[in-house]
DNA sequence: CTTATTTAAGACAAATTTATCCTAAATAAA
DNA sequence: TTTATTTAGGATAAATTTGTCTTAAATAAG
């Protein structure tokens, strides 16, 4: 479904959001501990999501990664997985036609259309504020 | 979503149902250009087909690979794509964690599950009958 | 039985994804 | 300003997926 990429930069965005919410800033080694990813590999996966203005990196002494504490509650799923996967999950799908559309589409099209929106829309509903709720919880749970 | 295997897989079995509906078997080159895969590839990837009892091969002169008239209409999307990609489809999904269940969910979980049952159910309900009858009445095309 | 034909299988190669490592750039503290 | 700290970026490596090629095995026709 998502890339392996994409997987550790929605979890670690769960992560930034929760210690945001702490007025903390955190690391990539504690994000990648936090998350059991590994760590040079999540370090590069955070570059990509400052650069699409997802989280914001601070360099430095007390520096680290965050999120504006005014722009939490407005972040969604969908924003991380365009930041890491692009939007081929939106838009391309089933048996990967070089050009399709309504007109001309592959055979599972009628199928996979309904099921591709639903997931289109389940990830730009989901606000990652709603998941680090759960998470802080206990309801939910970002490794084992 | 699927791999490109499992891309091809679909495609491929879709044409043989065609064929096998006109009593012919097809060879990897015809089915390769039928589907625009590599000829190769897509060879390997029919071999995997007759190992999980989806379609089956007939070797020597005037063989080639077809699927049992009386078998066409049970064949199901579900059957091709657990031969080619296995069931991670079906069972894992969102975030991977390593031992995931209801009581120890990721924070996505929730969200995830009802899209991965209704992908389960559209895939096991679809059968290849009724996506090969759609490109012969010309309503879906297997390539372009 | 012999031969031509076709799938099966395994070794190999290319491309992509995943992951690591080292150095540069930025920044804040002292 | 100097130094310690932390992210950014590029080179490299390992693993996986995708794709090719050659030979073996099976089978039907003649
Ligand atoms: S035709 Fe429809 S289902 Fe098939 S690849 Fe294109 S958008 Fe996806
Ligand atoms: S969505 Fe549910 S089943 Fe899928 S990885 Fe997360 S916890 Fe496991």
Known sequence: MFSKACE??????????LKSHEGKRVN???????????????????QALVRHEVIVSVKGTYG??????????TIKLADAVRAIDGDSIFNGCGLGLKSCDEDHPCPVHDKFKDIRDALKN????TSF???AFNIKSG??????
Chains 1, 2 share one sequence.
């Open 122 to 125: 389940m990830l730009e509903q």
């Open 129 to 131: 504020e709603e998941l």
């Open 8 to 17: 550790y930069g929605i979890k670690a965005t769960i992560f930034i959001v």
């Open 28 to 46: 990539p080694k504690e994000i990648a501990k936090e998350i059991d990813s590994p760590e040079a590999f999540t370090a590069k996966i955070l």
């Open 64 to 73: 680290g990664f965050e999120i504006d504490k005014d722009k939490i509650s």
């Open 139 to 144: 309801a939910s749970f970002l490794k084992l």
